[in-house]
């Protein structure tokens, strides 16, 4: 089963009493015939039952129609094919598949190995090497999960060996996997920038600054953290052996030059860079290194088939709920609601990221984004915030999401890689929080962090 079809099963952290009250409070809604509010209410329901996302929108979005008798059934077919029917949303399958060659290939190996060698001299060195080796792989898997699924396992073994603290590895490796979906490419800016109608490679190249200052801010944690406990320096800096791991990552480190590189050149779409790096991992894992076999590669492109099946059904569900937002004007009221503030960005940026932090807790990152996209990005237009920034600063948001319960998917996925508690991981976790709410306030008050690049090379 995929991390994200696991995660959204999960009912267990609702008590039966609150679902209870729950269904009875749909059932108000609905004999009062306060319909829009019964679809929030139901939507919010199926997802404390621990209903799957995508039949939780889907299924929400049908008993409305059925309730209000106002919308043929055939155009809810019609919005979710057109919600799925878009080119850029080609790039999901291929950066899965990617990650998942490159997870299973000896990718991910030889890049911690170099990164090792390149940062573990310094104090609490593992975590930098953490970090580091975050960075590299974001340029090539485009998914925090796929982090933290695959680096993760080697990374939390690697620091457990070396003494160091199970939460404290878990944290950070949690952490520093959310910097995969800001530095390009990224699959949440890939369905925002459908949602929104903004380019994507706008949108990669404008997250690849942030994602740095989210890695070089989490590396200052480490050292402050390092300091205080007492961590060692886990290698001595040796020059050859930086060489020769180097020698054995070489062609792995390419990987993210040829993707970003390529976006950044023109020489790619984001569609076709995706593809570009499921052929550059197959000739790495099978002709080179000779370490993905038939069989991984089935096992592979079965777990990629499953999880790009659960994200298009989750847009599609989040398709049909978005529409009838909008052809509610739910959109014009949030207008008015927040339209004293229109005049202060500032103050709605604050509120804006308040909203996007709460949801990030409850809900699942696509599913967030096709949702809060024609709700919130059209209230940020007009406050004069650039739809390119916008996207960084929701992903960003929704990245600091994944660390939190009930639905911390990362946390899950460690959960289970690290063999400790649910319980244990968030509290690993929550020192890093700081470093990445700090970038977080920085990337969406500065804005020049996120449009410098774009500005420089697309305007």
Same mark, same amino acid.
Request: hydrophobic share 60%.
């Given at each position: 089963?995929?991390?994200?079809?696991?995660?959204?099963?999960?009912?267990?952290?609702?008590?039966?009493?609150?679902?209870?009250?729950?269904?009875?409070?749909?059932?108000?809604?609905?004999?009062?015939?306060?319909?829009?509010?019964? +679809?929030?209410?139901?939507?919010?329901?199926?997802?404390?039952?621990?209903?799957?996302?995508?039949?939780?929108?889907?299924?929400?979005?049908?008993?409305?129609?059925?309730?209000?008798?106002? =919308?043929?059934?055939?155009?809810?077919?019609?919005?979710?094919?057109?919600?799925?029917?878009?080119?850029?949303?080609?790039?999901?399958?291929?950066?899965?598949?990617?990650?998942?060659?490159?997870?299973?290939?000896?990718?991910?190996?030889?890049?911690?190995?170099?990164?090792?060698?390149?940062?573990?001299?310094?104090?609490?060195? +593992?975590?930098?090497?953490?970090?580091?080796?975050?960075?590299?792989?974001?340029?090539?898997?485009?998914?925090?999960?796929?982090?933290?699924?695959?680096?993760?396992?080697?990374?939390?073994?690697?620091?457990?060996?070396?003494?160091?603290?199970?939460?404290?590895?878990?944290?950070?490796?949690?952490?520093?996997?959310?910097?995969?979906?800001?530095?390009?490419?990224?699959?949440?800016?890939?369905?925002?920038?459908?949602?929104?109608?903004?380019?994507?490679?706008?949108?990669?190249?404008?997250?690849?600054?942030?994602?740095?200052?989210?890695?070089?801010?989490?590396?200052?944690?480490?050292?402050?953290?390092?300091?205080?406990?007492?961590?060692?320096?886990?290698?001595?800096?040796?020059?050859?052996?930086?060489?020769?791991?180097?020698?054995?990552?070489?062609?792995?480190?390419?990987?993210?030059?040829?993707?970003?590189?390529?976006?950044?050149?023109?020489?790619?779409?984001?569609?076709?860079?995706?593809?570009?790096?499921?052929?550059?991992?197959?000739?790495?894992?099978?002709?080179?290194?000779?370490?993905?076999?038939?069989?991984?590669?089935?096992?592979?492109?079965?777990?990629?088939?499953?999880?790009?099946?659960?994200?298009?059904?989750?847009?599609?569900?989040?398709?049909?709920?978005?529409?009838?937002?909008?052809?509610?004007?739910?959109?014009?009221?949030?207008?008015?609601?927040?339209?004293?503030?229109?005049?202060?960005?500032?103050?709605?940026?604050?509120?804006?990221?308040?909203?996007?932090?709460?949801?990030?807790?409850?809900?699942?990152?696509?599913?967030?984004?096709?949702?809060?996209?024609?709700?919130?990005?059209?209230?940020?237009?007009?406050?004069?915030?650039?739809?390119?920034?916008?996207?960084?600063?929701?992903?960003?948001?929704?990245?600091?999401?994944?660390?939190?319960?009930?639905?911390?998917?990362?946390?899950?996925?460690?959960?289970?890689?690290?063999?400790?508690?649910?319980?244990?991981?968030?509290?690993?976790?929550?020192?890093?929080?700081?470093?990445?709410?700090?970038?977080?306030?920085? =990337?969406?008050?500065?804005?020049?962090?996120?449009?410098?690049?774009?500005?420089?090379?697309?305007?």
């Amino acid at each position: 089963m995929s991390h994200i079809q696991a995660v959204s099963r999960r009912g267990a952290l609702i008590s039966p009493l609150i679902a209870l009250l729950a269904v009875i409070g749909c059932l108000v809604l609905v004999f009062n015939g306060q319909y829009l509010l019964f +679809l929030f209410a139901a939507l919010f329901t199926l997802l404390l039952l621990g209903v799957p996302i995508a039949i939780s929108l889907a299924g929400s979005c049908l008993l409305y129609v059925y309730l209000t008798g106002r =919308v043929p059934d055939v155009v809810v077919v019609h919005r979710m094919i057109n919600g799925v029917d878009s080119f850029p949303l080609l790039a999901i399958p291929f950066f899965i598949l990617a990650g998942n060659l490159m997870n299973n290939g000896g990718i991910t190996n030889r890049i911690f190995d170099f990164a090792k060698a390149l940062m573990g001299w310094m104090r609490g060195g +593992l975590g930098h090497v953490n970090v580091g080796a975050s960075i590299v792989f974001s340029g090539m898997s485009g998914a925090a999960v796929a982090d933290a699924g695959g680096l993760g396992t080697i990374e939390i073994k690697a620091m457990r060996d070396a003494g160091y603290d199970q939460q404290f590895s878990v944290g950070i490796t949690a952490a520093s996997s959310t910097i995969g979906p800001i530095i390009p490419p990224s699959l949440p800016m890939v369905i925002y920038g459908v949602m929104a109608s903004v380019s994507v490679g706008q949108l990669f190249v404008a997250g690849l600054v942030p994602g740095l200052l989210m890695g070089v801010s989490l590396m200052v944690m480490i050292t402050i953290m390092a300091k205080r406990r007492g961590y060692p320096r886990d290698a001595q800096f040796s020059i050859p052996v930086l060489w020769l791991t180097f020698r054995r990552a070489f062609l792995s480190l390419l990987a993210p030059v040829i993707i970003v590189g390529g976006i950044i050149s023109g020489m790619f779409t984001p569609t076709e860079a995706a593809i570009a790096a499921v052929v550059y991992a197959l000739f790495l894992g099978g002709v080179v290194y000779r370490i993905l076999t038939w069989r991984r590669l089935l096992k592979v492109s079965m777990e990629t088939i499953e999880t790009t099946a659960v994200i298009l059904l989750i847009v599609a569900g989040a398709s049909i709920f978005a529409w009838i937002m909008t052809s509610n004007q739910v959109t014009q009221h949030v207008m008015g609601l927040l339209g004293p503030f229109a005049d202060n960005p500032i103050a709605l940026l604050i509120i804006i990221n308040l909203v996007l932090i709460v949801v990030g807790c409850f809900m699942e990152t696509i599913a967030a984004i096709t949702i809060l996209v024609p709700v919130l990005l059209p209230v940020a237009v007009s406050a004069g915030v650039d739809p390119v920034h916008f996207g960084v600063i929701m992903v960003l948001n929704l990245m600091i999401g994944l660390l939190t319960p009930p639905v911390g998917m990362v946390l899950y996925v460690l959960s289970r890689v690290s063999n400790i508690s649910f319980e244990n991981c968030m509290r690993g976790t929550i020192p890093f929080l700081i470093p990445l709410v700090i970038s977080l306030l920085l =990337v969406t008050f500065i804005p020049a962090i996120s449009l410098w690049l774009p500005t420089l090379i697309y305007r």
